[in-house]
């Protein structure tokens, strides 16, 4: 499925989807961490857990990695600078 989303923004001269968040509906792999930083998309969110790899290349590349979002709540593990004060307050409760 985000291959198909990248290749549609890259047909429709969409790249980079610097206004996109990708939100998964299993693990935050390495892969889709990858696709994430090359397609220009700047958070990744998931409702399981990153692989440490993924956080890796999160830090290294400046993307906003989201795990464990379910509800209210979530686990930020790279890229905090782009959630607001209002955005973690709400998911803390």
Known sequence: AVDKLVG??????????SRVILLVSGRASFELAQKAV???????AAVSAPSSLAVDLATETNLTLIGFLRGHTMNVYAGEHRLTLRAVAAAQG
């Open 38 to 44: 090359m397609a220009g998309i700047p958070l990744l």
């Open 8 to 17: 549609r923004a890259l047909q429709n001269a969409n790249l980079p989807l």
